[in-house]
Structure formats: C-alpha cells, structure tokens
C-alpha cells in the first residue's frame, strides 16, 4: 500500500526551505529520532535543489510504503528537466565534477535505507530514496496520514527551546506509557474475582474464598491456617493494627456498613511480596460490637510500581528541569562572551549588526576580523541553543581566529578557514545531532575582491553594488556534520568584484523563516533591503528591524535565533 502524505512543487529557493521543513516534520511525526529527521531533511534539501538548478524545478512527493517486513517513509522528487547524462557514473562513485554535480545524489544515498533513480536525456529525472520507519510503529493507515496532514496544515516553525524538549522527550513518552499500562491494568483487574474473607478480632481468617489460590498460590485450607504475621509484612501489619484500634473505638451507633480501603503488603506462598488492596469493613453482634472484619483483596503490585516510577520519573524530571535552567544560564554566559564586543574601525567600510536570541538563549553567531589587507567575516548557525549550542559557537570562533592568527594575511581564504574548521570539527567527538553551518567570506581591502564559500548554509546574502547592480551569494557545500564524510564537503569558493558604494547583508535563516500568517518574511526581505541599501549600515539595520516587527505583529522576539549583519564600501 502507497499512502501519499504531502506534495511540494519546486519553483523557487523558498520552495526548497520549504521542502526541507516539511520534510522534518513529517519525519517527526512518523516517530523518527532527530538524527535521522536531520539525515531524511538533507536528502530532501539536496535533491530538490538539484532539480531546481539543474531542471528549473520538479516535484517533491511524501508518502509511505508498506513494503514487508518494513514500513518506509518514501520521497520521490522529479522533474522535467535535461535529464543526467553521467548518473551511471556518478552512482558508481567514479565520476569527477568541478562544479559539485552529483554529490547531492552521492550524499542521499548515503543519508538512506533505499535509494532508486530514473533518468532520461530530454525527458527528465526521478529520484526515489527512502528511510525505514522506526522498529515497532504501529501500521500507517489513512487515519493516521490524516491525523499528519492536520498536523501539517497547523505547524509552525520549531520551538525555540526544541533542544531541550527533545532531551525530555523520552522521560515524557515513558510517562505516558506507564500511565497507559495502568489504565489498561485497572481494565484487566476489574473482571478477576477478588478474594473475600473474614478474620476475627485478631484479624486471623476464618473464611477465605477459593480465589487465594491465584493470588498467594496456596490452597485455601492451609491459608486459613496462617496467623496474621505470617501473612503481611511488620510495616503492613502496624498499618492493620492502627485500622482495627480505629474501628474499635467507633461508637456502636456508627455505620456498619462503612467501608475502609487499605493497601498493604501481602507475602506468597514463595517468600515474594505483593502489594493488595483490601477493602473492610466491621462485623458487628447484636448489641453493635465489633466481633470480626470482613472484606475483599485484589492485588495492585503492577500498579503501585507503575505509581513508584512514575514518582521516581517525576523527580528524576524535576531534576533535569533544574538542570536545564542551570544549563540556560551558563550557556547564556558563555554565548555573551563569545559575540564580539565590537566591530573593527575601517575608514571605507562600516557595519552594523543585530542579534535577537530565541528567548533565554540562541545558537546564531557572527564575527567581524581584520588582519592586514584582509577583511574576515562570517555568520553560524550551529544546531542546540543549551550550553552544547554556545560551546560550539565557542568552538568555532576559537577555531577561526587561532587560523587567522596563525596564517600570513595574504594566503587566508574562505576555503583555507573551513578546512580547517572542518579538520579540528572532526578531530572532536561531537555527537552526531551537533552541525555547523557557516557562511565565511574575505574581502582583500585594496581590490575589493569578495571572495566567499559556505557549508550548509540556506541563506543566500544579498548584494547591491555601487552601480545599483543586485546580486545574491550562493553556498554550494553541506553543514559541518558527524553525519557526512570529509570527503562529502565542499567550500569551493566564488568572488564578486565589490565597488565604491557597494552594500551586503548577510543573515541566518531565523530571519527569513519567521511566518505570519501564512507567509514568510524571506519574502519582503530583499525589496525592504534593496530600497534602503543606498543607506548606512545602522540605518538599513533599523529598516529591516521595523519591517520585521510589523510584519511579527509587534514583536522582535522569533521563533529561532535572528541574526544579521551588514556591510558597506563607502563611495568614493
């Protein structure tokens, strides 16, 4: 069976964005671990761009298989375009390309479980890649892709503390399956027979029902025969004795038929111990006195440990909250530490920056060099926003600037900077969910030569020239990641002679994917950035800062981080 769960048509660089959100969410939903929700969003991302570069678009179809014994998140993207006249070669591994053609396709098939593609010159191309769902999810029937499509049609962008729900997501789904195991005990525990009896004053039995058998796994003449600390526990035994001074000292008018629910600890016939609750109630003469107790017993154990767990889970959460805030303030630390104080003073170049961190606290960062006749700067977006988002942001500044400090000004370049970054990135142990994207670019002051190169990064910068001429950067290369080989990257570099006058601005994707209603802001940002580039830095900073809040309904505050920074070559 194909159930179909999305369609995204493909016509822009927005629309890749788009595919790439849609395609996380939808992995979410199936019950994907978020490293794989990042592998199947790259895949995604990749082949999508392929066929709007290379086929001015496509198609991108979601849907899932049941293919047995496994069921498959599958993902067609097709297109109409040229088709791939070396995809033999490139699916052997063995072709070699200049312009980075064919390692979306290399890096997809690594990234899945299946992977098929269908290619013909002048007719098009379809590329069909798909994940196994996780081990042990239930059947996906219509139902269920419905209950997705609604979830699709109401989602928002991610939270901006996302990193820290995910780390409290198993302790909430165990939650919530203990509380499920209980409510199906109490169902199960509600059609077996209890176990009546009655005891004496002494609370020694003297009847006891056929069903003690099940229970204690003795016979119901040799239960009858155990006194009372045989068959409870000295603390349980201490909590009867306070019930039978309680009912004794009940005044003979009282209610006999009053009803008192106990739980205790019973011992079986093996030694072991179970929990029961026993509902009594006083057997009284003629005249009101007590003479006897008489009641039922059913054993809880099963849910008293889930109780016990679910108290052990709430602490433990309780714990971690505590944790996490601790966390928040020191990562919150670190990252004040780490943004740049200031930016350099250049007597033709001026700058402006802002940053609006996602509430307590933001993975965005940027970095403003100068080292001779070069001009070093860079925006990052690294994944976290705790204490591992700012290490991280801490780590590639550190990184950067012991390069720069180390290289003559005259041999850095934007792909030097990232090689390095990459080799010391991968000389680390970073768990696999860690990632940078970065956009690095040199500007050799004394020509104006913008030479730039990035590494997953989905926002293109935005350029005006001094002759009014308006241009956009692109990054070829995936995110810093453990989940890519080294030889998967690519920071080839391309450059862009800047002239007098000239302005650029440069952001994370906090910015250009923050949505009301229905639209996103990437959409008005290069008409508000091209009306004012004639402008400052500050004042092109307060423009777009203004649009945005008008267009948020009042707010700066974002779902993600929101960083930008701008740039401009003074005129003459």
């Known amino acids: 069976m194909d159930i179909v769960i999305n369609r995204i048509e493909i016509a822009n660089e927005e629309d890749i964005a788009y595919a790439r959100q849609r395609s996380r969410l939808i992995a979410e939903l199936l019950g994907f671990a978020r490293n794989d929700q990042a592998r199947i969003g790259t895949a995604v991302s990749e082949i999508a761009r392929n066929a709007f570069q290379h086929a001015r678009g496509g198609e991108v179809i979601f849907s899932v298989k049941n293919k047995p014994p496994a069921q498959l998140l599958a993902i067609k993207v097709c297109d109409q375009g040229p088709g791939i006249k070396e995809a033999e070669a490139i699916l052997e591994g063995c072709y070699k390309s200049t312009t980075g053609m064919g390692q979306g396709i290399v890096g997809t098939r690594r990234l899945m479980d299946h992977f098929h593609l269908e290619t013909q010159i002048e007719v098009g191309t379809k590329v069909f890649f798909a994940k196994n769902l996780p081990p042990n999810t239930p059947e996906i029937t219509h139902l269920t892709i419905n209950e997705i499509t609604k979830e699709l049609a109401k989602a928002r962008s991610n939270s901006p503390l996302e990193e820290i729900r995910l780390q409290n997501k198993e302790l909430l789904k165990t939650m919530n399956e203990l509380q499920e195991s209980e409510e199906k ?10 176990v009546v009896w009655i005891t004496d004053l002494n609370f020694n039995l003297t009847y006891v029902s056929p069903s003690v058998e099940k229970l204690v796994g003795e016979s119901v003449e040799i239960h009858l025969k155990k006194p009372v600390e045989e068959r409870f526990t000295p603390e349980s035994l201490n909590t009867i004795s306070a019930m039978i001074r309680e009912e004794l000292e009940k005044d003979s008018t009282s ?13 079986r016939v093996d030694g072991s111990v179970m929990w029961v609750s026993m509902h009594v109630s006083t057997i009284r003469d003629q005249s009101g006195n007590v003479i006897g107790f008489q009641g039922s017993t059913r054993d809880v154990t099963e849910r008293k440990q889930a109780e016990q767990k679910l108290a052990d889970y709430a602490l433990e959460l309780e714990e971690l909250y505590r944790y996490l ?5 020191k990562a919150q630390q670190v990252h004040e530490q780490v943004l740049p104080k200031s930016l350099p003073s250049i007597g033709n170049i001026s700058f402006a920056a802002y940053y609006q961190p996602a509430e307590k606290m933001g993975g965005d960062f940027y970095d403003v060099i100068h080292r001779g006749n070069k001009l070093i700067f860079y925006l990052s977006d690294v994944s976290g926003h705790g204490l591992d988002g700012a290490m991280l942001s801490f780590f590639v500044k550190h990184t950067i600037n012991s390069y720069i400090d180390l290289t003559p000004a005259e041999t850095i370049t934007p ?25 690095l670019s040199v500007l050799d002051l004394e020509t104006l030569e913008l030479t730039y190169s990035g590494a997953g990064f989905q926002e293109k910068p935005l350029v005006r020239l001094g002759t009014d001429e308006q241009l956009k950067l692109a990054s070829k290369g995936l995110f810093i990641s453990p989940l890519f080989p080294v030889d998967a990257l690519n920071f080839d570099e391309d450059s862009v002679k800047l002239s007098p006058g000239s302005t650029l601005f440069f952001t994370t994707d906090g910015l250009t994917e923050q949505t009301s209603n229905g639209t996103h802001f990437m959409d008005r940002l290069p008409d508000v950035f091209y009306a004012n580039a004639h402008l400052p830095p500050e004042l092109i900073k307060q423009a777009v800062v203004e649009d945005f809040r008008q267009f948020n309904n009042g707010s700066l505050q974002g779902k993600d981080d929101i960083t930008f920074l701008v740039i401009k070559v003074e005129g003459e």
């Open 255 to 267: 209610d006999t038929n009053e009803s008192k629910m106990i739980e205790v600890k019973h011992f």
């Open 185 to 194: 005990y109490r169902q199960i525990v509600d059609n077996i027979s209890d």
């Open 325 to 329: 805030d601790q966390e928040i303030s």
């Open 415 to 439: 792909q030097t900077v990232l090689n390095y970054l990459a080799e010391k990135f991968y000389q680390e142990t970073f768990p696999e969910e860690l990632y940078i994207a970065i956009f």
